[in-house]
């Protein structure tokens, strides 16, 4: 387009407020020509960012954030959550697709405004188990003839429960899936204005050097550099998040361990990957182009730095909560230990019990927390038809469908 003018109403294009001098066919051209020479100015700013940031430069700047009270206010004053995204606001209504729920479809403030936390686990039925066992162990009622539901189930991608102030989804498996679910549960923390949520992801990780069955609490998350920030290429540029995981929240956890539990409970560092075999150091992948002393010197390495377990999504799940300013922990149990195999060798029904010890820890954490409110009912009073042993209702439940 011609940035002169071809009529005789002599607009000066050198002007800054284009649009608003001239004849018509000039407004118009005024207006193009500002909306073009912003985005080439934007074009340019793009071209002069400084290219990615070392990872160390990334913790060390958090670091004085952090310490310097500089760190961006991601929560509002009275605890809600702030989206770090300003392109949601002017949206007519925001879908959260993979939640199958909408800001404007649904009533998010009455469905999820009571929400405290959020308990993420990797599969479906391991979460239906989590919202069905926290049911019972903080004594939540729910209205005659009904029945917990799969909030998610039309999005066929992640399952979700709602059990009072808990939540309780899977992110299925992987740094990209759980990544997904959190920008959109975040999103769900924001319109539906909880405040100060409480992120759980408990899982399974295999262990190095330590029994299987044991529960670890992550103090700190890596990559498979042993760095503690997620890389993620952004437009074209590596962003670079730190991992972050809240301490606090980690020692009251630890704490909730007794003598009593038949396991250990340890706090260590957790080593993420983007891959169970070869990004783990397994010999039984279906492609493996190392040894087995290449794999025992490595996880001899990343043992003596400190690693205790090594699992697929902590990373993202700390890097993502810090970034939006939500308190978060990971407790994994371990299924095998590393230095002893490659192999999940337990019996199934082992393998269950063991999967039950990071719920129970989560457990205890949320009933401390809600008898500490006073909003922790046990007396057994309801006005309709209450379950009383939530596993039994299923039961009879699943029972009665196979009855004509
Ligand atoms: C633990 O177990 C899964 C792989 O089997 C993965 O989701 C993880 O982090
Ligand atoms: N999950 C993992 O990611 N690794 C293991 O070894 C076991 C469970």
């Known amino acids: 387009m011609p940035d002169e003018c071809e009529c005789d109403c002599e607009c000066d294009f050198q002007a800054p407020q284009l649009e608003a ?48 009270g500089t760190r961006p206010l991601v929560r509002y004053p009275d605890g809600t959550v702030k989206l770090r995204n300003p392109h949601i606001e002017l949206m007519d209504q925001d879908i959260l697709y993979h939640l199958a729920l909408g800001s404007e479809s649904h009533d998010l403030v009455s469905m999820f405004g009571d929400v405290k936390f959020v308990v993420m686990g990797g599969t479906p039925k391991r979460v239906e188990q989590f919202a069905y066992y926290i049911m019972q162990e903080i004594g939540h009622k729910l209205p005659a003839g009904t029945t917990l539901l799969d909030i998610s189930q039309y999005s066929y991608r992640y399952s979700m429960y709602k059990v009072g102030p808990v939540l309780s989804i899977s992110h299925g498996m992987g740094i990209p899936s759980v990544g997904i679910l959190l920008h959109e549960v975040i999103k769900l923390m924001y319109h539906a204005r909880v405040k100060d949520p409480i992120f759980f992801r408990i899982g399974t990780c295999g262990g190095i050097g330590i029994e299987g069955g044991t529960v670890v609490i992550s103090e700190e998350a890596v990559d498979g550099l042993l760095r503690p920030v997620l890389e993620l290429p952004v437009l074209g540029k590596m962003h670079s998040r730190p991992a972050r995981l809240d301490k606090k929240l980690t020692r009251e956890l630890k704490a909730l361990a007794t003598a009593e539990d038949p396991y250990d409970t340890i706090i260590g560092k957790t080593m993420c990957t983007y891959d169970f075999y070869e990004g783990q150091g397994r ?56 230095l002893k195999g490659d192999q999940v060798l337990a019996p199934k029904e082992v393998l269950s019990e063991w999967q039950e010890r990071p719920q129970k820890l989560v457990c205890r954490y949320i009933k401390r927390y809600l ?32 009855v004509d």
């Open 283 to 338: 010999l039984d992948g279906a492609f493996c182009d190392y040894t087995d002393e290449d794999k025992m010197a490595f996880l001899g390495r990343v043992h003596e730095a400190g690693v205790t377990n090594i699992e697929m999504e902590s990373l993202s799940f700390a890097a993502l909560t810090h970034h939006a300013g939500i308190k978060s922990a990971v407790i994994c149990v371990t299924l095998v230990d590393r």
């Open 371 to 402: 008898q500490m409110k006073g909003r922790l009912s046990l007396d057994g009073h309801c006005g309709s038809m209450c379950v009383k042993s939530p596993r039994r209702f299923k039961l009879v439940q699943q029972e009665s469908e196979h």
């Open 21 to 68: 001098i001239g004849c018509d066919v000039c407004k118009s051209r005024g207006v193009e020509k500002r909306l073009r020479l912003e985005q080439e100015k934007r074009q340019q700013q793009h071209r002069e960012a400084p290219q990615a940031v070392q990872p160390q430069a990334v913790q060390a700047a958090d670091d004085a954030d952090f310490l310097n």
